[in-house]
C-alpha cells in the first residue's frame, strides 16, 4: 500500500527518526512527557515499566492471538500502541541483539483475525490486516485455529500469508486440501532445522491443538498420531546437531489445561533427546502464563489481542557452534533455574504435572545449568520507547514503523472503522463487574435489547428477549462508539428468532433451564454464521476456547546513552499474573481487575403492561444460535413446539452485530462528535 506522495515526502524530510540500519542515540536526555505516535486518536500509557529486561544467550519476543488488534487498543492506555510502533520496537530491539553478541528471535503463535474491525470488515478477513502483519520479520510462525474455519480464510492463509514466510511457517499438524493437485499438503513447513546468528542450531515444530472445527477443505492431525509419524520422529533424531528444540503452538502452554497437547509432544521429544533444552510458545487461551516442565525445558504463553508482548530469554545452551556471548555486559541476566517457585500452581497442577510430563521417560536425565527469565510487557509506547535503550520519543520510530502506522490509519479510513455512531457514556466490562451491576455490558445490553429489537408490527405485544453472554467478545470502553467498535464487541452474526404467543408462565422459566444446563457451543459453522464479513468464531468450550475475562489481568543506568523519565508511578489497573515462576512477571505493576462470573445467557423484556402487571402470554424471542437450546427446555417445561412454529421475528440481517450500533444512534447522541474518552477497563468512568 502506497502512502500519498505528499506523507512520503514529509517522512523523507524528518531528520530525527532512526534509519533501518543503525542504532539509537548515544546522549542522556531527560523525558517528562508521554512519547506519542501510534493511532491519531490512541491514548498512551503513564507508568512505566518497572525495570530493564534480562537478555541472555537466546532471546525472543512472543506474540499471540492478535485477532486484528494491529492498530491497537484505541481508547485503553496500557495497550495503545501499534503494529507500526511495534515494528520500530522489534528492530531495535534486533540491533541491540547484535550489539551484545546475543541472539533474538521473533515468534508468533496464531490466530490474526476475528476480535477487529482490521481483520474482519473484510472478505475473506485479513485481506488488508495481513500484509500489514507481514511487515514483522519473524522467526518462526504457526496457525491458530481462527485460520481454518472458513474455507476462504484458510486458502488465503495458504496461498499467500504461509507464502509470504516460507520455512518459517510452521504448521506440522495442518494440511489443506490443494484445488489445483486435489491433494491434501501441508500449508507450510512441516519443521524448520536452521542455524541462529551466532551458531545456536535449532529444531523447531508447529503443532495446533487437537480443533475438530475446521471446515472441510483442512484437516488437524492429531498430537497423539503426530507423534508416531516417521517424519516427526526422524526429525527429532535429525541427522545434525541439534543444541535446542523450539515447540511453538497455537495450543495452551500448560499440559495440564484441558486441550493441550504439548504433554504429548514433550514426552516423545524427551523420551528420545532426554540431554536436549526443550523450549515451547503457546497460546490459545488469551492468558499470561509460563510454565515449567523439567530443568531444561520451559513454555511461556503471551495473551491476547495486542495487549501483551511475551519476553523471554535463557542461557546455559551446550552448544560447540555457538559464538555468541552467554552472558552479555551492561544488562540484566537471567539468573532462574527451571524450578517452580510459585507455591500455589505447583501444589495445584503437582499431581497433574506428575502424570503428564514424567510419564514415558518425559524426564531429562542431567542436572541443567540452564538459566531462564520471562516478563510480560504491556503493549503500549511507553514500554516499546523505554526497553529500546536509547530511543527517545523523538528518534524511537524508524521510518519502516511509521508507514505501517500511516497505512493502518489509512486502511481504517478506507473500511470506514472510524465512523461514528454515538458516544458510550461509561466503560462496559463484561467480567470487573457483577452481573447486572451499573458498569457490567451485559446490564447495558439488557436495555439495548428491549429497545431496538423490536417488530413493528409485534411493537404492542411483550415480549421476552433472549441471548446468550458468549455473543459478546469484548468490553466497550468509554468514549466514540465506531463501527470498528461493532466487531470489537460482538462481531457474531447471529438473528432474532421467535415463538408468537407463548404462555408468560411457561416462557419465562427458560432462562432459568439455559443457565442451568449446558453451555451452549459454536459448532457445525457456515458462511451463514458470519453474516455480511466472514467472522469466524469462537467454539465457546471454556477449555478450547475460553471466554475473554480480565481474570489474570530506583535509578536505572545502561552502557551508553540513558532514558531518564519522570512519570507516574501509581498502579493503574491492569493484568496481575502469577505463574511457576511467580509474581513478578508483569512488567509494569498494576492493580488488580475484580473477575466476577457471569451466566450463560440473559434476558431482556418490553413492551409489558404498564400497571405492572404480568401478561398471559409473550413473544420468546431468542437468537437463531441457541434455537437448538430454547425447544429443549419448553419441552422440558411441558410444551409442544418444534422448530416449525419458530420464524425470524426481524428480518435475517439484523443480527448480535447490529443492535448496539442502532441503540448508540438513539441513546448515545450526546457529545457527538466530540465524544468524552475514558481510560480503560477497571478505571473510573
Same mark, same amino acid.
Given at each position: 500500500?502506497?502512502?500519498?506522495?505528499?506523507?512520503?515526502?514529509?517522512?523523507?524530510?524528518?531528520?530525527?527518526?532512526?534509519?533501518?540500519?543503525?542504532?539509537?542515540?548515544?546522549?542522556?536526555?531527560?523525558?517528562?512527557?508521554?512519547?506519542?505516535?501510534?493511532?491519531?486518536?490512541?491514548?498512551?500509557?503513564?507508568?512505566?515499566?518497572?525495570?530493564?529486561?534480562?537478555?541472555?544467550?537466546?532471546?525472543?519476543?512472543?506474540?499471540?492471538?492478535?485477532?486484528?488488534?494491529?492498530?491497537?487498543?484505541?481508547?485503553?492506555?496500557?495497550?495503545? +500502541?501499534?503494529? /507500526?510502533?511495534?515494528?520500530?520496537?522489534?528492530?531495535?530491539?534486533?540491533?541491540?541483539?547484535?550489539?551484545?553478541?546475543?541472539?533474538?528471535?521473533?515468534?508468533?503463535?496464531?490466530?490474526? $483475525?476475528?476480535?477487529?474491525?482490521?481483520?474482519?470488515?473484510?472478505?475473506?478477513?485479513?485481506?488488508?490486516?495481513?500484509?500489514?502483519?507481514?511487515?514483522?520479520?519473524?522467526? =518462526?510462525?504457526?496457525?491458530?485455529?481462527?485460520?481454518?474455519?472458513?474455507?476462504?480464510?484458510?486458502?488465503?492463509?495458504?496461498?499467500?500469508?504461509?507464502?509470504?514466510?516460507?520455512?518459517?511457517?510452521?504448521?506440522?499438524?495442518?494440511?489443506?486440501?490443494?484445488?489445483?493437485?486435489?491433494?491434501?499438503?501441508?500449508?507450510?513447513?512441516?519443521?524448520?532445522?536452521?542455524?541462529?546468528?551466532?551458531?545456536?542450531?535449532?529444531?523447531?515444530?508447529?503443532?495446533?491443538?487437537?480443533?475438530?472445527?475446521?471446515?472441510?477443505?483442512?484437516?488437524?492431525?492429531?498430537?497423539?498420531?503426530?507423534?508416531?509419524?516417521?517424519?516427526?520422529?526422524?526429525?527429532?533424531?535429525?541427522?545434525?546437531?541439534?543444541?535446542?528444540?523450539?515447540?511453538? /503452538?497455537?495450543?495452551?502452554?500448560?499440559?495440564?489445561?484441558?486441550?493441550?497437547?504439548?504433554?504429548?509432544?514433550?514426552?516423545?521429544?524427551?523420551?528420545?533427546?532426554?540431554?536436549?533444552?526443550?523450549?515451547?510458545?503457546? /497460546?490459545?487461551?488469551?492468558?499470561?502464563?509460563?510454565?515449567?516442565?523439567?530443568?531444561?525445558?520451559?513454555?511461556?504463553?503471551?495473551?491476547?489481542?495486542?495487549?501483551?508482548?511475551?519476553?523471554?530469554?535463557?542461557?546455559?545452551?551446550?552448544?560447540?557452534?555457538?559464538?555468541?556471548?552467554?552472558?552479555?555486559?551492561?544488562?540484566?541476566?537471567?539468573?532462574?533455574?527451571?524450578?517452580?517457585?510459585?507455591?500455589?500452581?505447583?501444589?495445584?497442577?503437582?499431581?497433574?504435572?506428575?502424570?503428564?510430563?514424567?510419564?514415558?521417560?518425559?524426564?531429562?536425565?542431567?542436572?541443567?545449568?540452564?538459566?531462564?527469565?520471562?516478563?510480560?510487557?504491556?503493549?503500549?509506547?511507553?514500554?516499546?520507547?523505554?526497553?529500546?535503550?536509547?530511543?527517545?520519543?523523538?528518534?524511537?520510530?524508524? $521510518?519502516?514503523?511509521?508507514?505501517?502506522?500511516?497505512?493502518?490509519?489509512?486502511?481504517?479510513?478506507?473500511?470506514?472503522?472510524?465512523?461514528?455512531?454515538?458516544?458510550?457514556?461509561?466503560?462496559?466490562?463484561?467480567?470487573?463487574?457483577?452481573?447486572?451491576?451499573?458498569?457490567?455490558?451485559?446490564?447495558?445490553?439488557?436495555? +439495548?435489547?428491549?429497545?431496538?429489537v423490536v417488530n413493528e408490527s409485534r411493537a404492542d405485544v411483550p415480549r421476552l428477549i433472549i441471548i446468550n453472554t458468549g455473543s459478546v467478545r469484548f468490553d466497550l470502553v468509554k468514549g466514540p462508539f465506531t463501527y470498528d467498535d461493532s466487531f470489537i464487541v460482538s462481531p457474531f452474526t447471529d438473528g432474532f428468532q421467535f415463538i408468537p404467543n407463548v404462555p408468560y408462565n411457561i416462557a419465562s422459566q427458560v432462562l432459568g433451564i439455559l443457565n442451568g444446563g449446558p453451555l451452549e457451543k459454536r459448532q457445525d459453522l457456515s458462511s451463514r454464521s458470519f453474516g455480511f464479513t466472514p467472522l469466524t468464531l469462537l467454539d465457546q468450550d471454556n477449555c478450547l476456547d475460553p471466554p475473554i475475562t480480565h481474570d489474570h489481568l530506583s535509578a536505572r543506568s545502561y552502557a551508553g546513552g540513558r532514558t531518564l523519565r519522570r512519570q507516574s508511578t501509581a498502579l493503574t489497573p491492569g493484568y496481575t499474573t502469577t505463574d511457576d515462576f511467580g509474581s513478578d512477571g508483569d512488567d509494569t505493576p498494576h492493580s488488580k481487575i475484580p473477575y466476577y462470573s457471569q451466566p450463560d445467557d440473559l434476558q431482556a423484556n418490553a413492551s409489558f403492561p404498564t400497571n405492572g402487571s404480568l401478561p398471559e402470554t409473550v413473544d420468546l424471542i431468542f437468537l437463531d444460535f441457541?434455537?437448538?437450546?430454547?425447544?429443549?427446555?419448553?419441552?422440558? =417445561?411441558?410444551?409442544?413446539?418444534?422448530?416449525?412454529?419458530?420464524?425470524?421475528?426481524?428480518?435475517?440481517?439484523?443480527?448480535?452485530?447490529?443492535?448496539?450500533?442502532?441503540?448508540?444512534?438513539?441513546?448515545?447522541? +450526546?457529545?457527538?462528535?466530540?465524544?468524552?474518552?475514558?481510560? /480503560?477497563?477497571?478505571?473510573?468512568?
Amino acid at each position: 500500500m502506497l502512502l500519498p506522495s505528499i506523507i512520503r515526502i514529509f517522512l523523507l524530510a524528518l531528520p530525527v527518526l532512526s534509519c533501518d540500519d543503525c542504532y539509537g542515540p548515544q546522549n542522556d536526555v531527560v523525558l517528562t512527557r508521554n512519547v506519542r505516535r501510534m493511532q491519531p486518536d490512541a491514548q498512551n500509557a503513564t507508568v512505566p515499566p518497572k525495570a530493564p529486561l534480562a537478555w541472555g544467550q537466546l532471546n525472543v519476543l512472543h506474540t499471540t492471538d492478535t485477532h486484528g488488534w494491529l492498530e491497537g487498543h484505541i481508547k485503553e492506555q496500557n495497550y495503545g +500502541a501499534d503494529w /507500526g510502533d511495534f515494528v520500530s520496537f522489534s528492530t531495535h530491539m534486533k540491533h541491540m541483539a547484535g550489539t551484545l553478541g546475543v541472539d533474538l528471535l521473533l515468534i508468533d503463535t496464531g490466530d490474526l $483475525h476475528d476480535g477487529a474491525g482490521l481483520s474482519d470488515a473484510t472478505s475473506p478477513n485479513g485481506v488488508v490486516s495481513n500484509p500489514i502483519f507481514e511487515n514483522v520479520n519473524y522467526d =518462526l510462525l504457526t496457525i491458530g485455529n481462527h485460520e481454518l474455519y472458513i474455507s476462504d480464510i484458510a486458502y488465503e492463509t495458504f496461498s499467500n500469508f504461509s507464502k509470504f514466510y516460507g520455512d518459517k511457517y510452521l504448521t506440522s499438524n495442518v494440511q489443506i486440501l490443494n484445488p489445483a493437485t486435489g491433494q491434501f499438503e501441508y500449508i507450510g513447513a512441516q519443521y524448520r532445522y536452521f542455524t541462529t546468528d551466532h551458531g545456536l542450531r535449532i529444531m523447531s515444530f508447529g503443532v495446533l491443538y487437537d480443533f475438530t472445527g475446521n471446515s472441510n477443505v483442512s484437516r488437524v492431525i492429531k498430537a497423539a498420531d503426530l507423534v508416531r509419524q516417521s517424519w516427526f520422529l526422524n526429525a527429532i533424531n535429525y541427522t545434525q546437531p541439534i543444541d535446542l528444540f523450539l515447540v511453538i /503452538g497455537h495450543n495452551p502452554v500448560r499440559p495440564t489445561t484441558s486441550g493441550s497437547t504439548f504433554g504429548t509432544l514433550y514426552k516423545t521429544i524427551r523420551s528420545l533427546r532426554p540431554d536436549v533444552p526443550i523450549q515451547t510458545f503457546g /497460546g490459545h487461551t488469551h492468558i499470561r502464563d509460563f510454565v515449567v516442565y523439567d530443568d531444561q525445558s520451559t513454555g511461556l504463553e503471551s495473551g491476547r489481542y495486542c495487549e501483551t508482548l511475551g519476553w523471554f530469554s535463557m542461557s546455559g545452551i551446550k552448544s560447540s557452534n555457538f559464538t555468541g556471548n552467554q552472558e552479555p555486559r551492561g544488562v540484566p541476566n537471567p539468573t532462574q533455574p527451571a524450578l517452580k517457585v510459585n507455591a500455589a500452581t505447583a501444589t495445584a497442577t503437582a499431581t497433574a504435572s506428575a502424570a503428564v510430563l514424567t510419564s514415558t521417560n518425559g524426564t531429562s536425565t542431567n542436572s541443567s545449568a540452564l538459566v531462564y527469565f520471562r516478563r510480560y510487557l504491556d503493549w503500549n509506547r511507553l514500554t516499546f520507547a523505554y526497553h529500546a535503550v536509547g530511543s527517545q520519543d523523538n528518534t524511537f520510530d524508524y $521510518h519502516s514503523g511509521l508507514r505501517v502506522t500511516s497505512e493502518i490509519t489509512q486502511d481504517r479510513n478506507a473500511l470506514n472503522l472510524t465512523a461514528l455512531f454515538g458516544c458510550a457514556p461509561a466503560t462496559y466490562c463484561q467480567s470487573c463487574q457483577p452481573f447486572g451491576a451499573p458498569g457490567n455490558i451485559f446490564s447495558l445490553l439488557e436495555v +439495548a435489547l428491549s429497545t431496538v429489537v423490536v417488530n413493528e408490527s409485534r411493537a404492542d405485544v411483550p415480549r421476552l428477549i433472549i441471548i446468550n453472554t458468549g455473543s459478546v467478545r469484548f468490553d466497550l470502553v468509554k468514549g466514540p462508539f465506531t463501527y470498528d467498535d461493532s466487531f470489537i464487541v460482538s462481531p457474531f452474526t447471529d438473528g432474532f428468532q421467535f415463538i408468537p404467543n407463548v404462555p408468560y408462565n411457561i416462557a419465562s422459566q427458560v432462562l432459568g433451564i439455559l443457565n442451568g444446563g449446558p453451555l451452549e457451543k459454536r459448532q457445525d459453522l457456515s458462511s451463514r454464521s458470519f453474516g455480511f464479513t466472514p467472522l469466524t468464531l469462537l467454539d465457546q468450550d471454556n477449555c478450547l476456547d475460553p471466554p475473554i475475562t480480565h481474570d489474570h489481568l530506583s535509578a536505572r543506568s545502561y552502557a551508553g546513552g540513558r532514558t531518564l523519565r519522570r512519570q507516574s508511578t501509581a498502579l493503574t489497573p491492569g493484568y496481575t499474573t502469577t505463574d511457576d515462576f511467580g509474581s513478578d512477571g508483569d512488567d509494569t505493576p498494576h492493580s488488580k481487575i475484580p473477575y466476577y462470573s457471569q451466566p450463560d445467557d440473559l434476558q431482556a423484556n418490553a413492551s409489558f403492561p404498564t400497571n405492572g402487571s404480568l401478561p398471559e402470554t409473550v413473544d420468546l424471542i431468542f437468537l437463531d444460535f441457541i434455537a437448538e437450546y430454547i425447544l429443549p427446555a419448553l419441552t422440558g =417445561l411441558g410444551a409442544d413446539y418444534t422448530m416449525a412454529d419458530v420464524s425470524y421475528y426481524l428480518p435475517q440481517s439484523f443480527t448480535t452485530n447490529s443492535y448496539l450500533p442502532a441503540y448508540a444512534k438513539i441513546a448515545w447522541q +450526546a457529545g457527538v462528535p466530540n465524544c468524552p474518552v475514558g481510560e /480503560g477497563v477497571g478505571y473510573p468512568s
